[in-house]
């Protein structure tokens, strides 16, 4: 994890003074736990879930929202100002501030589609196929979420359909049972500074 942090601090701004790092994959992949160990590496990241721009009506609409919202005060220096969904009030919270800083993380399914890559510094998937990281999902969130898992699944299916993330991403994310294993994306290029230089296969554990 240590490797990957430096090699973030190390790209180049994407988004006004911030590089921005997507963390996508499918719903109950790993993500926000990958992005909470990893914002820790960074030292205290800002990590900016994707659950809280989204909403009951609006599961993958929200691409206005986070532009709006977040990217283009970022573009400016000046902090995010967004107002998270509470899933259970099915309502907006009170606004929230997200000042501007040298690596934010962008965690949730849709981190990487096609309106937000243009400002991220790099894309990283979770390598869980999507049927294994529903079941899980399902798991985590128990019998009460049934139906509105039905309704994701769909929405998910039809998302990714139309809007793939995993051929734009620069490092495949694999949980292994000792950390992290990193591999090239399909995206992903490896200069001469850079540890993740091995081809298809494993080339780093974080």
Sequence with gaps: ??????????????????????????????????????????????????????????????????LE???????????????????????????????????VLVEGVGAGRRALRPHLAQLLWMELPREESWTRGRSRDGAEQREFWAGWVRAERE????????PFADLLVR???????LLPGPAGTAGPDQKITQGDGPSAMC
Excluded: N
């Design 1 to 66: 994890m240590r490797d990957l942090a430096s090699r973030l601090r190390r790209l180049p701004p994407s988004c006004g003074p911030v590089r921005v790092v997507g963390v996508d994959g499918h719903a109950g992949s790993g993500k926000s736990t990958f992005a909470g160990e990893l914002a820790v590496v960074l030292g205290g990241a800002p990590v900016l879930h994707l659950d809280d721009i989204a909403s009951h009506e609006e599961l993958f609409g929200w691409t206005g929202r986070l």
């Design 69 to 103: 919202q977040v990217i283009e005060p970022w573009r400016r220096g000046e902090s995010a100002r967004y107002a998270p969904y509470d899933w259970h009030a099915r309502r907006f919270g009170p606004v929230r501030g997200l000042a501007p800083a040298p690596v």
């Design 159 to 166: 998302h990714f359909a139309e809007d793939p993330s995993r």
């Design 175 to 181: 949980q292994g049972e000792k950390g992290y294993e």
